[in-house]
C-alpha cells in the first residue's frame, strides 16, 4: 500500500544549527512533492516544491531535495531560529492535474535559544 | 488579497446531526480542497472541487459531500455524525489549472469540529 513517513515525530535542535527533515515514501510515483509548515491552531502554509525531475530548491534559509531513486525528500533549515519552531509537513502529488494529494503526518520542530 | 476564510472556527454536534462547513477560496483561486486533520496526524485529503465539480476523492464514505458555488466558495456537508469525525476541517484553494506542479495550497484555519 502507498505510504509517507516523515522521519521522526519530534526533533530538537540548537539556534543556528541546520534542521534536516526527511520524508520518505512507497509504493509511489509523485509527478511533485511539498513542503508546508504548521503552527498549533493554524492552517498549513506553503514553502516550497519540487518537481520529479528537479534534484534540489532553494529559498532563502530553505533546502529542499528529492530523490526518486531513494524514494526520499530532505527538507533542511540553515542558521535556525526559534521562530522555525513548528511542524513541518511533507505532501505528495501523483498527478500533476489529480486532485488527490497525500500529507504525511509531520515532524515538530523545536528550536532552542 | 484576501485569502481562504472558513467558518464556523469551532463547532460541537451530536453524533448523528448533520453538519455544513463553509469555505471561501483566495481572490483569483478556482479550485479548493477539503482536508480532515485528527489531532497528531497530517491532513487527510476528502475531495477537490472545480468548475463546480468533485475532481478527485479520498477515501472517506458518501456521507461526506460538498458543493461549489460559481464564485469559487464551497461547502463540505457531513451527514449522520460519527465520534471519530471529531477533527480540524481544512480548506484549501487554487490557482486555475495550467502548471500545477509550480504552486502550492493556500490554506485556511480550519474548522474545529467536536461530535459528542
Known amino acids: 500500500s502507498q505510504k509517507i513517513e516523515q522521519n521522526s515525530e519530534a526533533l530538537n535542535i540548537q539556534e543556528g544549527k541546520t534542521a534536516t527533515l526527511t520524508c520518505n515514501y512507497t509504493?509511489?510515483?509523485?509527478?511533485?512533492l511539498q513542503w508546508y509548515r504548521q503552527d498549533p491552531g493554524r492552517g498549513p502554509v506553503f514553502l516550497l516544491l519540487?518537481?520529479?525531475?528537479?534534484k534540489e530548491k532553494r529559498k532563502e534559509r530553505l533546502k529542499v531535495t528529492f530523490d526518486t531513486t531513494l524514494k526520499q525528500s530532505l527538507f533542511h533549515i540553515t542558521a535556525s531560529q526559534p521562530a522555525d519552531s513548528a511542524t513541518y509537513l511533507c505532501?505528495?502529488?501523483?498527478?500533476?492535474?489529480?486532485?488527490?494529494?497525500?500529507f504525511g503526518d509531520g515532524t515538530t520542530l523545536t528550536v532552542k535559544p | 488579497e484576501t485569502g481562504v476564510t472558513q467558518s464556523p472556527t469551532h463547532l460541537i454536534k451530536t453524533r448523528g446531526q448533520q453538519v455544513t462547513l463553509r469555505c471561501s477560496s483566495q481572490?483569483?483561486?478556482?479550485?479548493v480542497s477539503w482536508y480532515q486533520q485528527a489531532l497528531g496526524q497530517g491532513p487527510q485529503f476528502i475531495f477537490q472541487?472545480?468548475?463546480?465539480?468533485?475532481?478527485g476523492r479520498g477515501n472517506f464514505p458518501p456521507r461526506f459531500s460538498g458543493l461549489q458555488f460559481p464564485n469559487y466558495s464551497s461547502e463540505l456537508n457531513v451527514n449522520a455524525l460519527e465520534l471519530d469525525d471529531s477533527a480540524l476541517y481544512l480548506c484549501?484553494?487554487?490557482?486555475?489549472?495550467?502548471?500545477?506542479?509550480?504552486?502550492?495550497?493556500?490554506f485556511g484555519s480550519g474548522t474545529r469540529l467536536t461530535v459528542v
Open positions: 519540487i518537481r520529479e525531475n528537479e
Open positions: 505532501a505528495l502529488f501523483v498527478n500533476t492535474n489529480a486532485g488527490k494529494s497525500t
Open positions: 472541487y472545480y468548475r463546480e465539480e468533485e475532481n
Open positions: 484549501a484553494s487554487s490557482p486555475p489549472s495550467g502548471d500545477r506542479g509550480s504552486w502550492g495550497y493556500t
Open positions: 481572490s483569483g483561486h478556482n479550485t
Open positions: 509504493n509511489y510515483s509523485p509527478a511533485y
